[in-house]
Nanobody, 121 residues
Framework: QVQPVESGGGLVQAGESMKLSCAVTGLLFSIDVVAWHRQAPGKQRELVARIPSGGSSSYAPTVKDRFTISTDNAKRTVYLQMNNLKPDDTAVYYC???????????????WGQGTQVTVSS
């Protein structure tokens, strides 16, 4: 079973930094897209950052120039470096990957369980 597993959340003060990790477990044929999403209380889940395989990263306007998404393919891990955090960044952060389990499988989105990030003012 393919499972992204997030870690690194917690409580920080405004202006501080935090790095989230997402380790992808299970057997895979290929990963097409890796992404981070977040959901704040009472709000819809939103895309924060994504990298397509062989492509360039893209970011939500609210985090551009503060957050950086990166991957370590050898470790099958996705990272989200978050700098200059703001109280509005408080949310549960989810890792999501679009992947094929086998060469003939359709692309599916696999979600992690989420990790809480709380930014105090």
């Amino acid at each position: 079973q393919v499972q992204p597993v997030e870690s690194g959340g917690g409580l920080v003060q405004a202006g501080e930094s935090m790095k989230l990790s997402c380790a992808v477990t299970g057997l895979l044929f290929s990963i097409d897209v890796v992404a981070w999403h977040r959901q704040a209380p009472g709000k819809q889940r939103e895309l924060v950052a994504r990298i397509p395989s062989g492509g360039s990263s893209s970011y939500a306007p609210t985090v551009k120039d503060r957050f950086t998404i990166s991957t370590d393919n050898a470790k099958r891990t996705v990272y989200l470096q978050m700098n200059n955090l703001k109280p509005d960044d408080t949310a549960v952060y989810y890792c999501a990957i679009d992947a094929r389990r086998t060469v003939v499988s359709e692309i599916r989105t696999y979600w992690g369980q989420g990790t809480q990030v709380t930014v105090s003012s």
